[in-house]
T-cell receptor, first 113, second 116 residues
Framework: DAGVIQSPRHEVTEMGQEVTLRCKPISGHNSLFWYRQTMMRGLELLIYFNNNVPIDDSGMPEDRFSAKMPNASFSTLKIQPSEPRDSAVYFC???????????FGDGTRLSIL | AQTVTQSQPEMSVQEAETVTLSCTYDTSESDYYLFWYKQPPSRQMILVIRQEAYKQQNATENRFSVNFQKAAKSFSLKISDSQLGDAAMYFCAELNYGGATNKLIFGTGTLLAVQP
């Protein structure tokens, strides 16, 4: 079975540009999570969807960040406008349900210049 | 608030030897799960092992086992017969079940080096 698929794997862009990260969860999983990993703050949950509905977005840093899940097989995390402090590795994870083990994608390394 | 503490930023083990990584957590919930994830240099997050809090028996997956001490809120990972491929960052994580958010809280990680 295919795992969680994220794209792009790397993204380098200039400050102020819009960035869109994409995620395809494992088929049949109904929970989806976006995490951010930095040296300073470690792994942080940004937002959690259950059955395509955002349940908890309290980890979203500010209004520049938005996430959508239009269907069960696709989610996006958008940053607009991007800032250098947004540079991090962004992971998407999915699970059969909220308390089942989460399976992570390979992450997107984002660099904002 | 949930916290997960890994007090060993770095560890080293000789190939074929055994190493134990420590983790403590703090939760007021009665239903929760504990996990160890491995992150090699390729940056994948790989699930190593899972423990349900209601189970007294320690989880085991091949060379990986845990020592779960619920009263002490301790959840250590033992790696037996260490292999070069075990070299990675290891994260302990806790998941509370039943709240509004089933949120994984991660520790800060332990970087494991395996010496040939």
């Amino acid at each position: 079975d295919a795992g969680v698929i994220q794209s792009p794997r790397h993204e380098v862009t200039e400050m102020g540009q819009e960035v869109t990260l994409r995620c395809k969860p494992i088929s049949g999983h109904n929970s989806l999570f976006w995490y951010r990993q930095t040296m300073m703050r470690g792994l942080e949950l940004l937002i959690y969807f259950n059955n395509n509905v955002p349940i908890d977005d309290s980890g979203m840093p500010e209004d520049r960040f938005s996430a959508k899940m239009p269907n069960a097989s696709f989610s996006t995390l958008k940053i607009q406008p991007s800032e250098p402090r947004d540079s991090a590795v962004y992971f998407c994870a999915s699970a059969l349900s909220g308390f089942q083990p989460q399976h992570f994608g390979d992450g997107t390394r984002l660099s904002i210049l | 608030a949930q916290t997960v503490t890994q007090s060993q930023p770095e560890m080293s083990v000789q190939e074929a030897e055994t190493v134990t990584l420590s983790c403590t957590y703090d939760t007021s919930e009665s239903d929760y799960y504990l996990f160890w994830y491995k992150q090699p240099p390729s940056r994948q997050m790989i699930l190593v092992i899972r423990q349900e809090a209601y189970k007294q028996q320690n989880a085991t997956e091949n060379r990986f086992s845990v020592n779960f001490q619920k009263a002490a809120k301790s959840f250590s990972l033992k790696i037996s017969d260490s292999q070069l491929g075990d070299a990675a960052m290891y994260f302990c994580a806790e998941l509370n079940y039943g709240g509004a958010t089933n949120k994984l809280i991660f520790g800060t990680g332990t970087l494991l080096a395996v010496q040939p």
